[in-house]
């Protein structure tokens, strides 16, 4: 069965400091990848998607995360945090074959300290 | 504002009652997932409808059933409610069937069992 695994449920991290959020996949066939960010009080939201191409990905806010097929890794990085990207993140996974379920990791939330 | 709209923002009611939770797709989407998302289990997928017809099914409880309407607003029906059904419940749309659509997420209602 598929699985996500996302390392760190809680991260703490000061201004300016880089980000790295680990997610791992347990599914062998062809996936896609994907990084949703909840800030409080609101819904999730898209950060960025892998299918195809480029394994290194480029998302909103700066974000980036890189596809690693032999790892079945995606981690999520940014260069530097700000205090806005305090929330949660999860990591996502889909195949495309295998009945279209979406399956989510735990989560990460993420405090950055101003 | 992801288009996505989530009736009710709260629900409480009892252990062994029965509860319908709404959802209003994007315009224009065709495919409604659900989710039920609790402090020990994280984001558990539950059910995907596509255009009308149920197209997978993730963890989703006997108790438990949903639907997709001609107007492809969505309902999830909750019955026979117990203490651990207790979690916020969300909605997602996406425009089509294929596995690397964004999900586009609702606010979510939040279910209390007492």
């Known amino acids: 069965a598929q699985s996500v695994s996302q390392h760190n449920h809680h991260v703490i991290l000061s201004e300016a400091a880089s980000l790295e959020l680990g997610c791992n996949y347990s599914y062998g066939g062809t996936v896609n990848l994907f990084w949703y960010v909840q800030y409080p009080g609101q819904h999730l939201q898209l950060l960025l998607k892998?299918?195809?191409?480029?394994?290194l990905v480029k998302g909103i806010k700066g974000f980036e995360a890189e596809f690693i097929k032999s790892k079945f890794s995606f981690n999520l990085r940014k260069p530097s945090v700000q205090w806005s990207d305090t929330a949660e993140y999860f990591c996502a996974v889909n195949a495309r074959t295998g009945g279209f379920k979406t399956i989510f990791g735990a989560g990460t939330r993420l405090f950055v300290k101003a | 504002d992801s288009g996505v709209t989530q009736t009710p923002k709260h629900l409480i009611t009892a252990t062994g009652q029965r509860v319908t939770l709404r959802c209003s797709p994007r315009?224009?989407?065709?495919?409604v997932y659900w989710y039920q998302q609790s402090l020990d289990q994280g984001l558990q997928f539950l059910i995907q409808?596509?255009?009308?017809?149920?197209?997978a099914k993730g963890n989703i409880l006997e108790r438990f059933s949903a639907q997709q309407f001609p107007d492809l607003h969505s309902e999830l029906n909750l019955s026979s409610l117990e203490l651990g059904d207790s979690a916020l419940y969300f909605c997602?749309?996406?425009?089509?069937?294929?596995?690397?659509?964004?999900?586009?997420f609702g606010p979510g209602t939040r279910l209390t069992v007492l």
């Open positions: 315009s224009g989407d065709l495919s």
């Open positions: 997602a749309s996406s425009g089509g069937l294929a596995a690397y659509n964004e999900q586009f």
């Open positions: 409808y596509y255009n009308g017809e149920e197209r």
């Open positions: 892998y299918f195809s191409g480029d394994p």
